[in-house]
């Protein structure tokens, strides 16, 4: 069974940044793709970030890229999310997902993901 863990959100002033990290465990990881989506109060669960394990690959949603950075750290089984210039915008429940079989066309979808971390808060205040 696949677990994820976050860690890493909180309060920051806007302009401000938090590292997020989702630490996995339960399965072999080398060829999983990685993802961060978020979840504001009232709307749907949206992509941000996600990686490939295998190859490094990166995706971002368009109002991150340039301040966001997804990283992995294959020893550790961890994804990592530096997030800069962080904007009242950004504050939502920010969740890590994983799956083994992730087409590229369906890389920023949350239904093509099978495993779901808890979630964990980032508020940015103005």
């Known amino acids: 069974q696949v677990q994820l863990v976050e860690s890493g959100g909180g309060l920051v002033q806007a302009g401000g940044s938090l590292r997020l990290s989702c630490a996995a465990s339960g399965r072999t990881f080398s060829r999983y793709a990685m993802g961060w989506f978020r979840q504001a109060p009232g709307k749907e669960r949206d992509f941000v970030a996600a990686i490939r394990l295998s190859s490094g690959s990166t995706y971002y949603e368009d109002s991150v890229k340039g301040r966001f950075t997804i990283s992995r750290d294959n020893a550790k089984d961890t994804v990592n999310l530096q997030m800069n210039s962080l904007k009242p915008e950004d504050t939502a429940v920010y969740y890590c997902?994983?799956?083994?079989?992730?087409?590229?066309?369906?890389?920023?979808?949350?239904?093509?993901?099978?495993?779901w971390g808890q979630g964990t808060q980032v508020t940015v205040s103005s």
């Open positions: 997902a994983a799956d083994s079989v992730v087409r590229s066309t369906q890389i920023r979808n949350p239904h093509a993901y099978d495993n």
